[in-house]
């Protein structure tokens, strides 16, 4: 195996914002809780951030719609509290940075890089509606490739940065291209595509009806890239649905939304899709 596959989290990754600070998923972790569980955490930002105003989901047939705003108690407060913790508990922990510009990106992994039991960063430079997250603009593949550059330049080469995409067809390809030659490890593709709750205001859909959506983009990247390792995200759910990323060509998948609806769906697919670990030699007389 390359050492850039062997820097790689499992088959299965909790995503991003979807597994809380870690500790709600204790309870339905299975009997090894959170020991050697690849968890995103919810993207963190430089300051505290409260979130969005008004009711942040809502449930749409197939999936739901979005409008969280991010909200973390910032690198400061998470650096002290929610990291160790899980750190603690065993996870492999991959944390999700945001910046609202480019130096805020390197601030974060230059002290994430100095940070205990961090496994490597995911970049999310794939939100449905930066700029009205008060997000860095990255909706050209160009700038979102130099936010990864920067980070990589601040993170140590011997950890993943993986460059979290978002699920656009038409640009995919572009955006993983960009953020491959800036220094990205893998791909996640993708996030929750950009849609609208039913008054009008901006959200993101995430949920088994964006994984066709998602499956498109993986194969094209994968496809065209075939040396970049690609994750897959998007309406994961069960193991038919995470198979049909792997057989797309990911190396493995993240589940979000389905965290929501029953928080056992990561123990059930690790349990799936993890080698069984080989039976104990036996014991000589
Ligand atoms: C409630 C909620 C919160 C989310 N928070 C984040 C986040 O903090 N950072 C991020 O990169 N993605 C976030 N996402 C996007 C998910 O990580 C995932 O990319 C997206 O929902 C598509 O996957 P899914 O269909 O399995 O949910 C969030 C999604 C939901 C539903």
Redesign the pocket.
């Known amino acids: 195996m390359s050492t850039s596959l062997r820097m790689l989290p499992g088959p299965v990754m909790v995503?991003?914002?979807?597994g809380g600070t870690g500790r709600e998923l204790l309870p339905f972790a299975g009997p090894t809780g959170l020991e050697g569980l690849d968890l995103?955490t919810?993207?963190i930002t430089l300051d505290p951030r409260s979130g969005g105003t008004g009711p942040r989901?809502e449930e749409v047939s197939g999936?739901?719609v979005?409008a969280?705003g991010?909200p973390?108690p910032g690198l400061e407060h998470f650096l002290a509290t929610e990291l160790p913790w899980l750190v603690r508990a065993g996870a492999r922990v991959f944390v999700?940075v945001?910046g609202a510009t480019m130096g805020e990106y390197a601030d974060l992994a230059r002290r994430l890089s100095r940070a205990p039991g961090v496994a490597g960063l995911?970049v999310?430079v794939?939100?449905p509606d930066e700029a009205g997250a008060g997000l860095f603009e990255v909706r050209e593949p160009y700038h979102a490739a130099s936010v990864i550059a920067a980070v990589r330049r601040e993170f140590p080469s011997d950890r993943p940065v993986l460059a979290?995409l978002r699920p656009d067809v038409s640009r995919v390809l572009e955006g993983a291209r960009a953020c491959h030659e800036a220094g990205a490890t893998a791909v996640v593709v993708?996030?929750?595509v950009p849609a609208a709750f039913r008054d009008g205001r901006a959200g993101?859909l995430?949920?088994p009806a964006?994984?066709p959506v998602?499956l498109r983009c993986v194969a094209e990247v994968h496809h065209a890239l075939p040396a970049l390792p690609v994750i897959g995200?998007?309406?994961?759910h069960d193991l038919a649905s995470a198979r049909s990323f792997l057989d797309a060509g990911a190396v493995g998948v993240?589940?979000?939304?389905?965290l929501?609806h029953d928080p056992t769906t990561v123990a059930r697919l690790r349990a799936d899709l993890l080698p069984a670990a080989p039976p104990p030699p036996e014991e000589t007389p």
Not at 254 to 258: D, L, R, S
């Open positions: 995503a991003a914002g979807c995103v919810r993207s989901v999936g739901l979005n969280v991010l973390n999700s945001a995911e999310n794939g939100a979290k993708g996030n929750a993101g995430s949920g964006v994984s998602a995200c998007g309406g994961v993240q589940v979000g939304t389905a929501l």
